[in-house]
């Protein structure tokens, strides 16, 4: 059976997916190994650990892509998912600050980040919540009353997420959760509605935060709203929040269509902190150039299309909201790392999926790429056995 389902492995996703781990371990070697020298002395040390993230990334996609999946509609498995993720998610206000912010648990190999198993969770647990909830979709007011208590829940997760402080997660939780149930069979004209006042009150709350974040009590002179502001004048702060925008110009500027080569960046070598983990790209853009930037966002075009794809094409309404959240879950990350380092967003902190250091992101979405295997191989098998019969 598991030599079967081998063969059923779907290579549109499986062929981008090593593209980007190879490429990952390549640049966060290139990015990192100043840094490393400069605190650690080694510049091994960041490469070591992601070479054993990408080792760990891929068991972890294969024994998900193998597993038997009736474990994932198993609600007493979500309710033990979601109490482990909520003390990890309290427990992390007891640690000691990293750069300002309080969101790692220290494994010793890795810092583990409970916001990142929240994504998922995100994403697992309203695809349970929706399939069982489907029949009352044609009902709106009976299904909006039905999905109160895990909205409830998940605007819980967000808070405390948000208090870490992390802005990426709990948008992305937000803009997941509330495309899946647009996305869950609803009457088309309440579709259109909910996505036309969900889409509204992003965007207002966006302008309200860059425009008129000085007169908001608690949000004036933080950190949060200074890189609403840097996206604005970056280069008026400069020696601030708008620092690492500034230099993510000017390593995108350097690097041009093909790049300066590999290990040959100016902006790693202190000018952009972090270049490793949000700001892979820059350093991309500046040592492959802008070709090697479009090809990694068609990689991930084709990972998130055959996503949606597998989805469409499973027969089950649990195994196709889990496609379209996981989906999901990878473009709103792309979106809004993309926008960080362009400048056409505030830095939120939101790694790019697969290519960023950091063993907590990279093993989710692995995790991710196996459950979408696991889907795919169902598929197959149903068919083929179909055929035996017939």
């Known amino acids: 059976m598991i030599r079967q389902k081998l063969a059923y492995l779907d290579k549109w996703l499986l062929v981008p997916y090593i593209i980007l781990l190879t490429l990952s371990i390549i640049m966060v070697y290139s990015a990192s190994s100043y840094m490393a020298v400069a605190n650690e002395g080694n510049p091994y040390d960041f490469l070591r650990k992601q070479v054993l993230f990408v080792i760990l990334g891929i068991i972890l996609m294969f024994i998900s892509a193998m597993m038997n999946t009736k474990y994932w509609q ?18 992390v206000f007891f640690m000691a600050p990293i750069n300002g912010a309080r969101r790692w648990i220290p494994l010793g190999f890795m810092n583990l980040q409970p916001a ?37 829940l998940l605007v819980v997760m967000a808070f405390i997420i948000w208090l870490q402080p992390d802005t990426g997660t709990p948008i992305t939780i937000a803009i997941v959760s509330y495309t ?45 709203h200074g890189r609403f502001l840097a996206v604005r004048y970056p280069f008026k702060l400069m020696q601030s929040e708008g620092l690492q925008l500034v230099n993510s110009y000017q390593a995108l500027a350097n690097g041009g269509l093909t790049g300066v080569g590999i290990s040959a960046s100016i902006q790693k070598t202190g000018y952009l902190p972090e270049a490793h983990t949000d700001f892979i ?16 966002i068609l990689c991930m075009m084709v990972i998130i299309s055959r996503i949606y794809i597998i989805g469409i094409r499973s027969h089950e309404s649990f195994y196709y909201f889990m496609c379209m959240g996981i989906g999901m879950l990878f473009f709103i990350q792309v979106c809004l790392n993309l926008g960080a ?9 939101v790694p790019f999926p697969f290519l960023s250091y950091g063993g907590s992101s990279l093993l989710m979405s692995s995790l991710s790429i196996g459950m979408v295997l696991n889907i795919r191989i169902r598929y197959r098998l149903s068919q083929h056995s179909q055929e035996g019969v017939a």
């Open 74 to 91: 198993d609600m007493r498995l979500i309710k033990i998912a979601a109490g482990v993720i909520f003390i990890l998610l309290v427990v």
């Open 281 to 296: 790209l820059s350093i991309i853009g500046e040592e492959l150039g802008l070709v090697t930037i479009i090809g990694i």
């Open 341 to 349: 380092v362009s400048g056409v967003l505030p830095i939120t902190g």
């Open 180 to 224: 899946m149930v647009v996305m869950s069979g609803i009457p088309l004209k309440k579709g259109f509605l909910m996505g036309a006042i969900g889409t509204g009150l992003i965007l207002s709350a966006y302008n309200i935060l860059y425009f008129f974040g000085h007169y908001i009590p608690g949000f004036s002179g933080s950190y949060g």
């Open 116 to 152: 990142e198993l929240a994504k998922l969770f995100t994403v697992w647990y309203f695809s349970y919540i929706l399939s069982q909830k489907e029949h009352k979709t044609a009902e709106f007011k009976e299904f909006a009353q039905s999905m109160i208590a895990p909205t409830a």
